[in-house]
């Protein structure tokens, strides 16, 4: 049997000779494939991390988000059979190239398939991962597959990242001209991430989430993975003054993907403490899972005092232009105006969004931040800024910070977003602000522009 730097040579070997693009395969999205692969060249690196999770005496593996494979191929170094689940075609390609050159490719399946639509047999894994994926998927049914793939015991390790990079990313380009480019896109996962927290599914430029630690947990023990530890094997650990930039976490299948959900159906809706939990998984993230208890528990509740969450749901399950959402928005009795905003923001009517903002109270702790975003989408500037202003005299939360920082520089206010980010800087609990590398340096709005 070949040793592990045997091995680590003709994978590295099989970088450096070049692979070919399938004739099936866009040249631009294959070259920019390669690049990212790259960063993946050492073998031993991934073995190391597949060791460390425990996975090494583990048979069967499920890689959701495999990228180039090198998870998948470390984990059949040990001798077992590794899945792949991947949706971008480049990528697959190379992970299948790569586990002909290492002698793999008896010991790994390469599937092109969004997560959340692929076809998995159940409880045949007894070990998964999704290493810097789930931000970009819908991670409640990415999570319900891997849970039903899993075999009892079995465990399912996620990385995820959050807003520490992406704060780093954000002060690197406001305050050093090579840099900026990046500003504007990390301030618009970062507002969509936290737009996406509030309730909107459908969000302008991008779907990247941002759920929380706690969250991710609650919707793992949602369908029956309950977290066990935190292995730090992500690649880009650490902190951004303080604001984690990523976090793991290794969960393990304890009872059936369906039991939670058993459970919940089982209960007595007109008991409020299972409103209460519903409102509770919504928040974590699981709005399609409090969409089927309440439509399948009883009509009345659908009509009744579950009706303000079910809109919810749907709204953020992405259902906004359902035929359900249609019926039970459109209806014509009274749901919370906040509710009303939600499905306009969703909906992209955002002159619609702002007239309900302006009936919620200047004191609503939602207010300041959703009808900021709405003020940025038309393009009002100072208003949006106002409007953050405000939920950060009430609250002083991140999202405004952001949000406020995001008004100035989409106006092209250099100097504004810089003050702006200096005084959220102020605000978190980390002893060296100081003053920045930088600051004088030329204009990133304009050297942006110039780039195009
Ligand atoms: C940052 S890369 C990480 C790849 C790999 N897990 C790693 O750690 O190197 C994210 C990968 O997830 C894939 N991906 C994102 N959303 C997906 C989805 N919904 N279904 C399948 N693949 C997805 C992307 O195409 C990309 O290859």
Redesign the pocket.
Known sequence: MPSLSEISRKYRDSFEAGIAAGAAIDPARHRQALAYAQR?ADFEESVRRMRWLGYSGSRRGL??????G??CLAFAYFGGHATG????PE?VAIAEHCARAIGYADRTRFVT????AVDLPAGSFDAAW????LM???AEP?IEKAAAALAENGRFYI?YTTEGGRLDSIESGLFDVEACDKVGQQLTIMLNGYLHRAGVYHTVGGRVRMLRFDDLKRLCGAFGLRSVGEPGVQ?LPGRYRGVPATFDLLAQKIEGSDAARDRLLACDWTNGALIDELERLLAADCPRLVCDVIATIDRDLKEGSGRDLYARALVRAGRARSADAVRVFESGSALPELTKVLYAQDRGQFSEARRHYRRLGDGDPQRGFLAGCCLLQLREWTAARREFRLAIENGGEMRSWIGVVAAHWSAGDLDGARAAYRAFLQTLDWPAAGEFEGANRSNPIAVASARG
């Open positions: 993946y890689d959701l988000g495999s990228g180039i090198h998870w689940i991947e949706m971008r990528f398939a969004r997560i959340e999704s290493h810097s994926v970009y998927a819908d990415a990385g690649d």
